[in-house]
T-cell receptor, first 112, second 107 residues
Framework: EAQVTQNPRYLITVTGKKLTVTCSQN?????MSWYRQDPGLGLRQIYY???????DKGDVPEGYKVSRKEKRNFPLILESPSPNQTSLYFC???????????FGPGTRLTVT | GIQVEQSPPDLILQEGANSTLRCNFS?????LQWFHQNPWGQLINLFY???GTKQNGRLSATTVATERYSLLYISSSQTTDSGVYFC?????????FGKGTTLSVSS
């Protein structure tokens, strides 16, 4: 089944404890991206990747890192999480940005 | 940047009713998608529709790119249709989402 998977789906952590949210797609897509969804602010792009080893900042990159060492994986790294990073996170992929984009199931992160 | 406006913001329906959701965007686009966010928070792809008309069961969508709007039609609504419906358009390399229409369908 063609899909985008994210892990973990739910995470409660404490300020400053490094964490990684994994994202994997099995559709051989070149383009992948991360979004966060917050009440009143909607969905906003954090980072994106046009291909392996090619990443760039989206609208809200502060406090996040990403890597794209393999085409299928695009992990989101929070080196020192803070409470303002409490959010619902989505990973997405597509052959190119202008093609239909497919979203993972979301990761609900709470930082206390 | 590009603006995406959805209307109405909220919609309450009885099961079996029909509805039309609207998405206006401020610039030409080459990617427009409709999503349903279910009560568990998952974003479900409904349509990829930069232009033209598509149908999938009780749902259909029309995008008139020259007039910068898209419509999502839901016929014979069911309680499982409840949730938030988002329109999103591509600006550069990011999807820009509207604020959504929250649909509540009661039996």
């Amino acid at each position: 089944e063609a899909q985008v998977t994210q892990n973990p789906r739910y995470l409660i952590t404490v300020t400053g404890k490094k964490l990684t949210v994994t994202c994997s797609q099995n559709m051989n897509h070149e383009y992948m991206s991360w979004y966060r969804q917050d009440p009143g602010l909607g969905l906003r792009q954090i980072y994106y990747s046009m291909n392996v080893e090619v990443t760039d900042k989206g609208d809200v990159p502060e406090g996040y890192k990403v890597s794209r060492k393999e085409k299928r994986n695009f992990p989101l790294i929070l080196e020192s999480p803070s409470p303002n990073q409490t959010s619902l996170y989505f990973c997405a992929s597509s052959p190119q940005p202008s093609y239909e984009q497919y979203f993972g199931p979301g990761t609900r992160l709470t930082v206390t | 940047g590009i603006q995406v406006e959805q209307s109405p913001p909220d919609l309450i329906l009885q099961e079996g009713a029909n509805s039309t959701l609207r998405c206006n965007f401020s610039d030409s686009v080459n990617n427009l998608q409709w999503f349903h966010q279910n009560p568990w928070g998952q974003l479900i792809n409904l349509f990829y529709i930069p232009s033209g008309t598509k149908q999938n069961g009780r749902l259909s969508a029309t995008t008139v790119a020259t007039e910068r709007y898209s419509l999502l039609y839901i016929s014979s609504s069911q309680t499982t249709d409840s949730g938030v419906y988002f329109c999103a358009v591509l600006a550069g390399t990011a999807l820009i989402f509207g604020k959504g229409t929250t649909l509540s369908v009661s039996s």
